[in-house]
């Protein structure tokens, strides 16, 4: 006797064509309410992973959009803290102008190692724009987030004022009350720090210590 199942079909779609578990499904689901269809049924399920997959898409939209609005926030903000320094308009990679304090010079000694001393006058036209100085400034090409490495710069500056007045280091306590008065959430505040010890620009020399790698 040949232990075959013997092949169910229904309505347009082949059985014969579909793996054994769909053909099992079919039988035991027909046994169980002689109505069932593979096809209707086969048309919710498409329905609700449709549905499902749109409200992944609908967060994940949200989660853009919030990011871009605190990036945003962001920027005003530091063009807000740049009134007083200088009355032109500036954009957010002014707010990294080197020349401004002088407890930067950690930071800024950085950035003229950086230029080359046999440059023609368009090179170090180019080089001293702001933009340029902004993305030299980043600690590698890894990250393609401007929302961390706006964070991870205000970081960078913070730790580098605490220095230049005098402390052996900055605190975190420190620098969440600074970053947080920019309106930097400390969910940001903590994944520049992990990037930042990462990457090696800063270092951790005591329990919530930290100083920048120079």
Not at 64 to 75: G, K, W
Not at 107 to 126: C, F, H, K, V
Not at 180 to 200: C, V
Request: charged share 25%; with cysteine; hydrophobic share 35%.
């Amino acid at each position: 006797m040949s232990d075959k199942r013997p092949k169910v079909s229904d309505g347009q779609i082949s059985l014969d064509m579909l793996p054994y578990e769909v053909q099992q499904l079919v039988e035991v689901m027909s046994g169980l309410n002689p109505e069932w269809a593979l096809e209707k049924w086969m048309s919710e399920q498409a329905s609700n992973m449709l549905e499902l997959i749109r409200g992944d898409l609908g967060r994940e939209q949200m989660l853009i959009e919030q990011r871009l609005h605190r990036l945003h926030a962001i920027q005003g903000r530091l063009e807000k803290e740049k009134i007083g320094f200088d009355p032109q308009q500036r954009n957010i990679f002014d707010c990294f102008d080197l020349e401004v304090d002088s407890s930067l010079k950690g930071l800024g000694q950085r950035t003229a190692n950086s230029q080359d001393s046999i440059q023609t006058p368009s090179i170090q036209e180019e080089s001293l724009h702001p933009v340029n100085t902004f993305i030299e400034l980043l600690p590698d090409d890894e990250s393609d987030d401007p929302l961390l490495a706006v964070v991870c710069q205000k970081l960078l500056i913070h730790v580098e004022s605490e220095l230049g007045k005098g402390l052996p280091c900055a605190t975190l306590e420190t620098i969440f009350k600074e970053l947080s008065s920019s309106g930097i959430s400390p969910e940001e505040i903590d994944e520049a720090l992990d990037y930042s010890l990462m990457n090696g620009t800063l270092l951790e020399i005591d329990d919530d210590c930290f100083v920048p790698l120079n």
